[in-house]
């Protein structure tokens, strides 16, 4: 079974266009992440959510919005996507929000045309 | 400012030749020190870590890395590549500035020759 998985693996779209990228883990952890993956292979975090709770929200334009309906699914939503929104995009999860260990999921990789 | 810098963009190696894969980090605060590895369309996995016990650190696939505070630096190692560890690395410094906060490295690709 895939610990953290992340839907779907390749999604392209259009410039302006809104969208999706859905993420559920099965390890009962209680803090999950977004991270954005450049071009250059440079992990920059987007989101982290303890317990349904947001926790760290670094600057991101507020076209990205986080949904947690549960602690075992962070979604993330893309509004009027931009050129510059194509990256590969990793959810993530650790035991806890002070737990160290990062379980990743295998990415979703964006295109934005 | 903190921050972590990985000095090779690329390291080529022959397969059975030893790995080594700079880091080096800037921290004002007490770190903990990862190493993820990344292989082609699949998510990061966690190869060790440093967290103020042994400097010597053993990780899975035979990897490991050493701590040395004086020199800011995390090297990983391997004493016989493999060409299934041809992948991309990370460095990784995590810091605790009242909240945590995690610093990826820019990454490391590993070539490995037959």
């Known amino acids: 079974d895939t610990a953290v998985s992340q839907t779907p693996k390749y999604l392209v779209t259009q410039m302006g266009n809104d969208k999706s990228i859905k993420c559920e883990q099965n390890?009962?952890?209680?803090?999950m992440y977004w991270y954005k993956q450049d071009s250059k292979k440079f992990l920059k975090i987007m989101f982290s959510?303890?317990?349904?709770?947001?926790?760290i929200n670094e600057t991101v334009p507020n076209r990205f919005s986080p949904k947690s309906p549960d602690k075992a699914h962070l979604n993330l939503h893309i509004n009027s996507l931009e050129l510059g929104d194509s990256a590969v995009y990793f959810c993530?999860?650790?035991?806890?929000?002070?737990?160290?260990?990062?379980?990743f999921g295998s990415g979703t990789q964006l295109s934005v045309l | 400012a903190q921050s972590v810098t990985q000095l090779d963009s690329h390291v080529s190696v022959s397969e059975g030749t030893p790995v080594l894969l700079r880091c080096n980090y800037s921290?004002?605060?007490?770190?903990?020190l990862f190493w993820y590895v990344q292989h082609p369309n699949k998510g990061l996995q966690l190869l060790l870590k440093?967290?103020?016990?042994?400097?010597l650190v053993k990780g899975i696939n035979g990897f490991e890395a050493e701590f040395k505070k004086s020199e800011t630096s995390f090297h990983l190692t391997k004493p016989s590549a493999h060409m299934s560890d041809a992948a991309e690395y990370f460095c990784?410094?995590?810091?605790?500035?009242?909240?945590?906060?995690?610093?990826f490295g820019a990454g490391t690709r590993l070539f490995v020759k037959a």
């Open positions: 390890l009962g952890h209680d803090t």
């Open positions: 440093y967290t103020s016990a042994a400097t």
């Open positions: 921290s004002s605060y007490s770190p903990s």
């Open positions: 993530a999860s650790s035991q806890t929000a002070t737990n160290e260990k990062l379980f």
């Open positions: 990784v410094v995590r810091i605790n500035t009242g909240g945590f906060k995690t610093i």
């Open positions: 959510y303890n317990n349904k709770e947001l926790i």
